[in-house]
């Protein structure tokens, strides 16, 4: 049985990943850190009780600012594969936390690598390091393949910028298997709710409940490359299983405007939008609503109003607030060697990823609905 440690185990592609690893066979230990409140909802489904004979799913407390933490964890779990997903994932939130944003994301992969060659594990431990799009930033050249030069445009890409070299530099002065996977944007259901893609589909799913009034954004113009979580994570396996250590892009190969998602996650539920006015001003207005796809997708009866009752009000304004200091404005990605030297095939395309997290939050919030109404209170009610 391998056994594989995964750091931000707790977070979207971690919990993917883990449910993989666990299919496949693996012993899969990962990393959470303490908090106040829970934090294992998107892993609880693969939870054992640990007073059960040899679970295979053990999580560590731990954190990627602490090397000694991270030592005594590889120390003891020895493991033959190490995901390093942790880190502080938010490109508008690294702006605001640079410093802590280069100590977990960049220094952080250092400690593991480290870790592993100072344990005299470099020869057993093979290191994925989640590298990212946002290295190419300000666009030198489309699409953006394995050869295309960085450019980072915000702490977040500078840190991530320092571990795509420390791993490279590792792999060549110490012979380590260690490997980059550079992947584009990619989102489920399971996606942090402040991320672009699942505010709009959180939020698109409240407002043809009838439970929202507005969604406001920051940047509609921003073209993305966006994938599913699910097929990334193959991805990821498949780049420690190869012969050779290598770095690989991860993308569809097809962009899409911000603007554009908001349109199809609508359409989703049978509301049609139309965006008039520039900059700070453009406003997303409910021009329509197609009833037989409104009524199947929200289970609203003819008898509800939901969204019914707000065509021609403006649903979609900007706030200035969700802008960045420094944008990436297009990212379309390359995945030519990816698909020829891992035979990585992805299932989803973008249709098909908006049509699975509008059902996901439509269903999760409808329940919020159903209870609100039987009297319940709803803690999270986040936005
Ligand atoms: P998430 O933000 O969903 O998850 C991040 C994980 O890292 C969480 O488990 C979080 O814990 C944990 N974490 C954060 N800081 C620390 C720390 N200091 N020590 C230990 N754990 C920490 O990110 P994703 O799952 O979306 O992304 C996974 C990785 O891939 C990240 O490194 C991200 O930068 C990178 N990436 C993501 C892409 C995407 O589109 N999703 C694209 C390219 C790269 P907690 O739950 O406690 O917050
Ligand atoms: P990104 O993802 O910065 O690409 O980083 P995010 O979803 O946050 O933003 C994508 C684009 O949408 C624009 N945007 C908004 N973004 C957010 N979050 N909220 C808004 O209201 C909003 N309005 C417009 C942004 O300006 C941006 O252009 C993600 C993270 O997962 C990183 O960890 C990962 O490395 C990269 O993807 C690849």
Redesign the pocket.
């Known amino acids: 049985m391998k056994t594989a440690l995964i750091t931000g185990i707790t977070g979207q592609d971690g919990a993917y990943l883990a449910e993989l690893l666990l299919e496949k066979g693996y012993k899969v230990h990962g990393i959470k850190r303490r908090a106040s409140l829970f934090n294992t909802d998107r892993i609880d489904h693969l939870y054992q009780d640990p007073h059960e004979k040899d679970p295979r799913l053990v999580l560590h407390y731990g954190d990627l600012t602490d090397s000694m933490n991270l030592t005594r964890i590889i120390q003891e779990t020895q493991p033959d594969e190490i995901y390093n997903l942790a ?1 502080m ?4 939130v690294s702006f605001d936390t640079p410093e802590y944003t280069a100590n977990a994301d960049g220094i952080g992969t250092l400690r593991i690598l480290e870790a592993v060659r100072l344990l005299g594990m470099e020869k057993k431990t093979r290191i994925y390091q989640a590298s ?3 290295l190419y930033g300000l666009v030198q050249a489309v699409p953006q393949s394995e050869t295309t030069p960085f450019y980072p445009r915000s702490p ?1 890409a500078v840190a ?1 910028l320092y571990a795509y070299w420390i791993t490279v530099n590792y792999r060549e002065a110490y012979g380590m298997f260690a490997c980059n996977g550079i ?3 990619h989102e489920s259901p399971l996606r942090g709710e ?4 699942r ?1 709009i589909t959180r939020a698109i799913s409240k407002i043809a409940l009838g439970m929202q009034k507005d969604l ?5 113009d ?1 073209k ?1 490359d966006w994938g599913h979580a699910k097929d990334y994570v193959k991805a990821m396996y498949l780049i420690l299983q190869q012969d050779v250590a290598e770095d690989f892009v991860i993308a569809t190969g097809v962009t899409t405007k ?1 603007r554009d998602f908001i349109k199809m996650a609508a359409a989703e539920v049978g509301l049609m939008l139309d965006f008039s006015g520039e900059g700070v001003d453009e406003i997303g207005v409910l021009v329509g609503i197609n009833e037989p796809v409104f009524e199947r997708a929200t289970g609203c009866g003819s008898d509800e109003t939901g969204a019914r009752a707000r065509i021609g009000e403006t649903i979609v304004r900007i706030d200035p607030r ?3 200091p420094t ?2 404005d297009l ?1 379309i990605g390359d995945p030519t060697k990816s698909k020829e030297k891992l035979g990585w095939v992805p299932e989803y395309d973008l249709k098909g990823l908006v049509e699975d997290m509008m059902q996901a939050d439509v269903k999760a919030f409808r329940r919020d609905r159903d209870l609100i109404r039987a009297g319940h209170s709803i803690l999270n009610q986040a936005e």
């Open positions: 880190a994932s938010h490109v508008k990212t799009s946002e977040y991530k992947l584009f944007n402040t991320f672009v893609t505010k406001y954004m920051g940047n509609l921003a993305r911000v969700y802008f960045r944008e990436v990212l």
